[in-house]
């Protein structure tokens, strides 16, 4: 259940951006036509040649409503009905000449307005924040797309980054306290002094520009010789259900192999059903398990092996 402060927030920016980029004006970007005529132009500029049906569903419009705008676009000579072909109930809808010359000029003053007034203002690493910000809010309430997921090594100020977030993640979905944080700021602090032989990589996971996930391999902490272990597989929310997780591990075992390793094993808890399946998938087998107490939960920890 929302939280009345998160509710009022939401509908404080809802009204603040209304207002910064414009929506609020009788006509968009200096032309006659409503917010609504804009989007459908859009729409048609971008789909090139399409159907009533298609636009309606992609703007989330009430065909009525849809039908009345097109039949005013089209009484203006900006929209054009083409012939029909095949299924009768759908209309073909394409822009006309004059219609792209008014999506030209909506996309030449989007930009200008884009750039005058959201971005030209701040500072570098200020518009870095803010589209960065649309990015997470883009990812987090669009239906998922068929997205390029890319395998990188990690950036200046990542390592705090994603010890920041696995703590915060850790604390909401399993409630895990500080300690949590201490050990793992330890875990990637231990990575980064480690000698580069043997072999050790992380990995981070990005969609659309956003980090999605990562993991590590080091030599295993017991000193075992030929022995990896993986650490820190975590995926980001927004992006579970995608297969992050599993190109992560997939990753992770391959540089294992090519460097050498005989095994590569892994220590996790039984509660994190998820990570424990893509381990299962990947060909781990459970070596032992033992029960403890920390982060303030009693929790079951379990050793999974996978011999290379």
């Given at each position: 259940?929302?939280e009345?402060?998160?509710?009022?927030?939401?509908?404080?920016?809802n009204?603040?951006?209304t207002?910064?980029?414009?929506?609020?004006?009788?006509?968009?970007?200096?032309?006659?036509?409503?917010l609504?005529e804009?989007r459908?132009?859009?729409?048609?500029?971008?789909?090139?040649?399409?159907?009533?049906?298609?636009?309606?569903e992609?703007l989330?419009?009430?065909?009525?409503?849809?039908?009345?705008l097109?039949?005013?676009?089209?009484?203006?000579?900006?929209?054009?009905?083409?012939?029909r072909?095949g299924?009768r109930?759908?209309?073909p809808?394409?822009?006309?000449?004059e219609?792209?010359e008014?999506?030209?000029h909506?996309?030449?003053?989007?930009d200008?307005?884009?750039?005058?007034?959201?971005l030209?203002?701040?500072?570098?690493?200020?518009q870095?924040d803010?589209?960065?910000?649309m990015?997470?809010?883009?990812a987090?309430?669009?239906?998922p797309?068929?997205?390029?997921l890319?395998?990188?090594s990690?950036?200046?100020?990542?390592?705090?980054?994603?010890?920041?977030?696995?703590?915060?993640?850790?604390?909401?979905?399993?409630?895990?306290?500080?300690?949590?944080?201490?050990?793992i700021?330890?875990?990637?602090?231990?990575?980064?002094?480690a000698?580069?032989?043997p072999a050790?990589?992380?990995?981070v996971?990005?969609?659309?520009?956003?980090?999605a996930?990562?993991?590590?391999?080091?030599?295993?902490e017991?000193?075992?010789?030929?022995?990896?272990?993986?650490?820190?597989?975590?995926?980001?929310?927004?992006?579970?259900?995608?297969?992050?997780?599993?190109?992560l591990?997939?990753?992770?075992?391959s540089?294992?192999?090519?460097?050498?390793?005989?095994?590569?094993?892994?220590?996790?808890q039984?509660?994190?059903?998820?990570?424990?399946?893509i381990?299962?998938?990947?060909?781990?087998?459970?070596?032992?398990?033992?029960?403890?107490?920390s982060?303030?939960?009693?929790?079951?920890g379990?050793?999974?092996v996978?011999?290379?």
């Amino acid at each position: 259940m929302a939280e009345p402060a998160d509710i009022a927030q939401v509908r404080a920016f809802n009204r603040f951006y209304t207002r910064i980029i414009g929506l609020l004006e009788e006509g968009m970007h200096q032309t006659l036509h409503t917010l609504s005529e804009a989007r459908v132009i859009y729409e048609l500029d971008k789909a090139g040649t399409t159907t009533s049906a298609m636009v309606a569903e992609t703007l989330g419009m009430d065909r009525a409503q849809l039908s009345r705008l097109v039949g005013k676009l089209v009484s203006q000579d900006i929209v054009a009905v083409l012939p029909r072909a095949g299924d009768r109930r759908s209309v073909p809808l394409a822009l006309t000449r004059e219609g792209r010359e008014v999506a030209k000029h909506f996309n030449a003053m989007s930009d200008a307005t884009a750039a005058e007034t959201l971005l030209d203002p701040l500072t570098p690493f200020e518009q870095r924040d803010l589209v960065g910000s649309m990015r997470r809010i883009s990812a987090l309430l669009a239906e998922p797309e068929e997205t390029t997921l890319v395998l990188r090594s990690s950036r200046v100020g990542e390592i705090g980054w994603l010890i920041h977030r696995q703590a915060v993640l850790y604390h909401l979905e399993q409630g895990w306290n500080g300690e949590f944080e201490t050990l793992i700021t330890r875990i990637y602090a231990d990575f980064e002094a480690a000698p580069s032989t043997p072999a050790k990589q992380l990995w981070v996971a990005e969609i659309e520009g956003e980090v999605a996930g990562s993991v590590f391999v080091l030599p295993a902490e017991d000193g075992e010789e030929g022995t990896a272990q993986l650490r820190m597989l975590y995926a980001e929310p927004m992006f579970r259900g995608r297969g992050v997780g599993g190109r992560l591990v997939a990753e992770a075992v391959s540089f294992a192999k090519m460097s050498g390793y005989k095994r590569i094993m892994l220590w996790t808890q039984d509660c994190l059903a998820s990570a424990r399946s893509i381990y299962q998938k990947a060909g781990f087998v459970l070596a032992k398990e033992e029960r403890h107490h920390s982060f303030g939960a009693d929790l079951n920890g379990q050793y999974w092996v996978l011999e290379l």
